[in-house]
């Protein structure tokens, strides 16, 4: 799967002490890092090993970081070791662009390693990973119960499911289809902030800044093109806006109920009971409503320079991750993480 990136969209180098920083304060970080020399010692699978050794080729292509064998082998080191730190997730596809966002930032191996468990461990992206894929469809269900309700019903009418333009944003912290910049902000919030809610509110961001061109559409593919190939093209200054917007907007009583409903839920069935156990039909109150992290005003990465050439859809015949293997690929009982070789894309 390919990012569309320009070679010259890369973080400032205030990003790398902001990221130390952040997993100096986060001892499953700094812990990790010091783990990293000893965990490569570590065997992993042999499927495991072909799967990250073939996705490392396809990320960030155009990234002077990975553009040589000494930045593709950093990446292909930082994912064995994560995959002999945790073998029950071991790698899928997706958290690659995870480590890559970090290398970018972290030139030390070991650092952009302990900055990927903190993500993985931390943050709940390992619930994403997990064998049956489970809680990445309670997040994509979670999306069209948070999105403004006349828009959900509109892009369902037509067949717009979450699942075809959301699946990569929430597996790759939305790094394999927007600008590395749009990307580096997402994770340094998620990284220094705590902000477990991050990734949600991005989303629904990004849906409510597109609400008025895609009520105004009513074909299917129309409207994942329009969010998976234009939405990512928007000028630099309107992406940073809509970012800022989505992180500060606050949730609004029923939405922030349904997060409290759904947080332990583990199947969308169970977060379907979860949420019908809600009271019927009626807004609750800012009272009944839970206590949740407040979106920060300010980001250690808003002072980018403008980029050196517009931002460009990738050329014809380019080929770019396509959440639909992800997150509708069946896995039988006993096997591994669902990896690039596992799914077949569908177009």
């Known amino acids: 799967m390919h990012a569309r990136l320009d070679v010259r969209d890369q973080p400032v180098a205030l990003a790398y002490p902001v990221a130390v920083a ?3 304060r986060r001892g499953a970080g700094t812990a990790a890092a010091k783990q990293y020399t ?3 010692l570590k065997p992993i699978q042999p499927e495991t090993a072909a799967d990250i050794e073939k996705d490392v080729g396809r990320t960030f292509p155009n990234l002077r970081r990975f553009s040589t064998p000494e930045g593709r082998r950093s990446l292909e080191m930082v994912l064995r070791a994560y995959a002999a730190s945790d073998p029950e997730v071991g790698y899928c596809q997706g958290m690659n662009f995870l480590a890559g966002v970090l290398l970018a930032w972290l030139p030390a191996d070991a650092d952009a390693f302990g900055g990927l468990v903190v993500l993985m461990q931390e943050r709940e992206l390992r619930q994403l990973y997990t064998t049956d894929l489970a809680m990445l469809q309670v997040r994509l269900w979670q999306i069209g119960k948070l999105m403004p309700p006349q828009l959900a019903h509109h892009m369902e009418m037509h067949g717009a499911l979450p699942v075809l333009y959301a699946s990569s944003w929430l597996l790759t912290a939305f790094a394999s289809d927007f600008p590395l ?7 340094d919030v ?3 902030d705590n902000y477990t809610a991050a990734m949600m509110k991005v989303v629904l961001g990004i849906l409510r800044h597109c609400e008025a061109a ?4 009513t074909d299917m593919e129309q409207m994942v093109d329009y969010l998976k190939m ?4 928007l000028p630099r200054e309107t992406l940073h806006e809509l970012l800022t917007d989505a992180l500060k907007a606050p949730w609004t009583p029923r939405q922030a109920a349904i997060l409290e409903q759904v947080s332990g839920a583990e199947t969308v069935v169970d977060a379907v009971r979860r949420v019908d156990r809600m009271s019927s039909g009626e807004e609750p109150t800012l009272a009944e409503t839970p206590s949740l992290p407040i979106a ?3 980001y250690h990465l808003t002072a980018l320079p403008p980029p050196a050439r517009p931002w460009r859809r990738p050329a014809a015949g380019t080929v770019v991750y396509s959440p639909r293997s992800a997150a509708t690929c069946a896995r039988p009982a006993g096997m591994g993480p669902i990896s690039s070789s596992q799914c077949q894309r569908q177009r």
């Open 22 to 24: 952040a997993l100096q």
């Open 38 to 40: 000893k965990l490569l």
């Open 181 to 187: 910049s749009f990307a580096s902000r997402v994770m």
């Open 190 to 192: 998620i990284l220094t």
């Open 214 to 217: 895609l009520l105004a559409m």
């Open 230 to 233: 234009e939405v990512p093209c």
């Open 296 to 298: 920060p005003t300010a």
